[in-house]
């Protein structure tokens, strides 16, 4: 997996839905950023959370499976190695969908945050688009609805504060280029996005949870 997405970092990088949009202003501002706020970010892929948070002050530190995103530190967010409340802010952004083990893996950004921990990934909305989403990416592992985000944020111990909801739209081959599907596997996944898919056919539309939590000690 981890060369797979190697191979993948430039069109991360590059990606037009991963480096701008309204959800990545409200998970910036989520995280409370400013001078000499010490922020991790995790699956950090073409780092353009940790970007924006530098521009406002922070000092980040980055964490990637992946040697080719270049981050900082080359871990798994299931396995973190920093000490406990080390950072003020804990962000992921669009990769928990991958995390094999979700629970494990919001623990440790639990465990490793001593104020705040901020979340975005794709909502769960259907047995048909989890099968388009591991059709077009096998690293895809599930997809989860915002009761399931907080009860696994609850369980390692922080407190939701903030839940917002951000749909996106999706350049329809883009997408599927940025993983390598095609052929027969690219259509299968169009036949199983029709319902979402614009009507010209171009684009498609997912929606985006975003999920603010507080340790809570503090």
């Not at 922070?58 to 990637?64: A, F, K, L, R």
């Not at 096998?138 to 696994?152: A, C, G, I, M, Q």
């Amino acid at each position: 997996m981890t060369d797979v997405w190697s191979e993948r970092a430039e069109g991360y990088r590059t990606s037009t839905t991963h480096m701008a949009g309204d959800d990545l202003d409200a998970v910036v501002d989520m995280c409370e950023p400013g001078e000499g706020v010490k922020a991790l970010d995790v699956a950090t892929g073409g780092g353009h959370v940790a970007r924006r948070l530098r521009q406002a002050g922070c000092s980040v530190v980055t964490v990637d499976p992946a040697p080719g995103m270049r981050a900082d530190v080359v871990a798994r967010a299931e396995d973190l190695p920093f000490a406990d409340g080390a950072f003020d802010v804990v962000v992921t952004r669009i990769a928990a969908h991958h995390f094999e083990d979700v629970a494990r893996a919001v623990a440790e950004l639990a465990r490793v945050s001593n104020r705040l921990v901020v979340v975005e990934d794709t909502l769960f909305h259907s047995d048909r688009q989890e099968e388009a989403e591991r059709v077009r990416d096998p690293t895809h592992v599930r997809s989860y609805s915002e009761d399931e985000w907080k009860e696994l944020l609850t369980g390692a111990g922080l407190d939701v504060e903030r839940v917002e909801h951000f749909e996106k739209v999706h350049a329809l081959e883009e997408w599927l280029a940025r993983t390598g599907c095609e052929g027969e596997e690219a259509e299968r996944v169009r036949q199983l996005l029709a319902p979402l898919t614009t009507p010209d056919g171009k684009a498609w539309r997912d929606v985006k949870i975003l999920l603010k939590a507080r340790t809570s000690q503090r």
